[in-house]
């Protein structure tokens, strides 16, 4: 019996101490920035969650974001526009894969970009990303 609540002391202990619940698995996805110098360009990876190539581009047309690649399953797609990702995307895919494509989109993981941090806020504040 004291052996069992030396355990759940210890445990008690260590949960506080190390806060077990946010244990976050894509904390390696967070996007992290400061908030000094907005204006200042730089280079983002940004990851969403459940964005397809419809929505990316309906938001992506209203900001001043430069993409460089885009992430879709873990593999990187280079192209200009969301146009070109489809095609690219979609040129090794049978027939009804790309109407269904078509009709649906494509769910991107993430984007690489390029901006400031200002139109980085807006983004985040107009799409579920991490």
Same mark, same amino acid.
């Not at 019996?1 to 030396?6: F, T, W």
């Not at 967070?30 to 280079?43: A, S, V």
């Given at each position: 019996?004291? #052996? ?7 445990? !008690?202990?260590?949960? &506080?101490? &190390?806060?077990? !619940? ?13 908030? !000094? ?33 885009? #992430?879709?399953?873990? =593999? =990187? ?39 400031? =941090?200002?139109?980085? #806020? =807006? !983004? ?7």
């Amino acid at each position: 019996m004291v #052996i069992n609540i030396k355990k759940i002391l210890l445990f !008690l202990c260590l949960f &506080f101490l &190390f806060n077990t !619940l946010e244990i976050d698995s894509d904390s390696d996805k967070k996007l992290i920035y400061n908030n !000094l110098n907005i204006y200042d360009e730089d280079y983002y990876r940004v990851y969403f969650y459940d964005v397809n190539n419809y929505i990316l581009d309906d938001i992506l047309n209203n900001l001043n974001i430069r993409v460089l690649s885009y #992430i879709i399953d873990g =593999k =990187k797609y280079y192209a200009r526009n969301i146009q070109e990702l489809f095609d690219s995307f979609t040129k090794d895919k049978l027939l009804s894969e790309k109407i269904y494509y078509e009709k649906y989109g494509i769910y991107i993981d993430g984007v690489n970009i390029v901006c400031n =941090k200002e139109e980085l #806020i =807006k !983004l985040s504040k107009l799409i579920n990303m991490y």
